[in-house]
């Protein structure tokens, strides 16, 4: 029998509807523009849609895939035109597209998850990796004096997102934040930030317990697996060391010693004030350890740092006003295990003594002993600043001349003569230099030293020592010098007009100048580790100032009652010298809940 087969009539919508399948569906003819609908009625597939559509409407449900989507539910599909503009912006996570078929995958697909690197590491790498993102370079004192101001900005603004970045670390994960809580990494920013402590401390304290600690680094504890040293190898520590210390307390405290710098509340600096000369104190010099000061008294004293207290007087050799003095007492005896080194001062009566400073045994507080070595003549005026190294001693004049003398033999290397007024300040800079400010070695020709001259004329000259010649002259303040800083590529000069100026050495141009005292700039202090320089004046203050900014951090008034004469500073403190007869010392440091040798 002849059976004829008719084609299968065309789903309706309502038909399709009742199946559960959108009334137009994906690939349908109500998608296609008017051409791409002839062409697919002519299409000898068009049979076959209907039963397509039957078969995938009774197919058993498949598993949901995390990336497909509901369609009958899903706006893509819908009539209304989508608006891809007012879409929500791709938070960065999903990926570089190829193209646009990226977007779609098939189930069934995995889902991606995040692999939590530093779990998967070793502890030491691990370590590391964090180390490193808290580390960053410090200030090179060898480039030039543009890098160095740009570099001091730079490394305030590094080390300021450096703590935030080890807090967030702190608070991914249980295992992040034991990472993060570790003692080597809180050493590693410590270090990064304000470089390695002078020295560790040797009291017992420090030294680590025979149970690994809270804050001891992870590797230590798995030192703890390994087997026993045999009897009579175990190692004696000569010191404690590094990781004895709790450096996140120790980051901590050193955090709030920079705060109270920069006077950013109302917390004020604990002064004392250290009384004994019967005249004006000119100048000074401190160590970590002791305080020597020169007076118009004729005499030199020499102070403990720590308690205050008077260890020494050198008195009856100068005739005529202390007027500046460098130091060095560091250097160990063996035979006695006290402090030996040499003291070099000038004075109005035209000479400079060079003296041989020791103590008796060991210790901050002993007493220390003076004996004139030489004395080095040839100034026909009064000596008002000089400079030592390890190789020269540089003095400089009211007969406007500058003295160079090899500090070995104590002989006259080189007299200086330019200037047409008396010579108020020298800075010194060490023959480790190139001619354009870097290392020797590292494509410049070495040098065996420069001086830079600062007069009453109201200019600044830059000498090489070896040839005696004139390298530059610098102008640009309205009067006469009185005070110098000297140090890489970065010279800084005080003037009688009140503004304090900084130049480049390599190039003698005037980088940035310092407006704020209102009197004479007598003496400045710089330390180009943290770019912080500090000013005194006649206007009887002292100013903190951050090198890198310009700005002014702190201005104290009422230390002194006349003019400041000399200031000096380090991390803990400020030390000045006044007419008052004065020598006064700021402490920065009180209360903080750590060894203060370890904040110098």
Known sequence: MHRSFSAPSTPTPSRLRRRGIPATPPNSTARFSREDDWLFKRSPFRSLLPRLWDVLSVSPPRRQSPFSYNYSNSSIWASKQIDYTQLPPLDGEEGELIDDEACFFCPPVRAVTGIDILSLLPPELSLHILSLLLSPSLPDPHSPAPTILAGIADHAAEVGAALPALLACRSVSRNWARLANDNSVWRAAYVGRWGAPPRLPTSPIYHRPPM????????????????????????????????????????????????????????????????????????????????????????????????????????GRHRGSVLCLKFELSETDVATGGLRGILVTGSSDCTVCVWDMWTDRAGDNVPVHGEVRAVLRGHGGGVLDLRIDERWIVS?????????????????????????????????????YGADGREAGKGSASHSGRVVSASGDGKMILWDIA????????????????????????????????????????????????????????????DPRSGRLVSASYDKSVRVWDLGTGRVLRVVRDSHTSHIFDVKFDARRIVSTSHDQKIVVLDFSSGLAVDPALLV
């Open 212 to 315: 690994v600690p809270r804050n001891s680094s992870i590797l230590d504890a798995r030192m703890k697996k390994l087997p026993a040293l045999p009897p009579g190898e175990g190692l004696v520590l000569a010191a404690p060391a590094p990781l004895a210390l709790d450096w996140c307390k120790l980051y901590s405290a050193r955090l709030e010693l920079d705060r109270r710098w920069k006077g950013s509340s109302d917390w004020e600096p604990r002064a004392t004030a250290l009384a004994g000369h019967a005249d004006s104190v000119y100048c000074l010099e401190f160590s970590r350890t002791h305080i020597v000061t020169g007076s118009r008294d004729r005499s030199v004293k020499v102070w403990g740092l720590s308690s205050g207290r008077l260890l020494g007087t050198f008195a």
């Open 467 to 526: 040839s005696g010649e004139r390298v530059r002259t610098f102008e640009g303040h309205d009067r006469g010098l009185a005070c110098i800083e000297f140090k890489g590529d970065l010279i800084i000069s005080g003037s009688n007009d009140c503004k304090i100026k900084i130049w480049s050495a390599a190039t003698g141009a005037c980088l940035r100048t310092l407006v704020g005292h209102e009197a004479l700039v007598r003496a400045l202090s710089f």
């Open 396 to 432: 400089c004049s009211k007969d406007a001349a500058i003295r160079v003398w090899a500090r070995d033999t104590l002989e006259l290397h080189r007299t200086l003569r330019g200037h047409e007024g008396p010579v108020n300040a020298v800075g010194l800079q060490s023959g480790d």
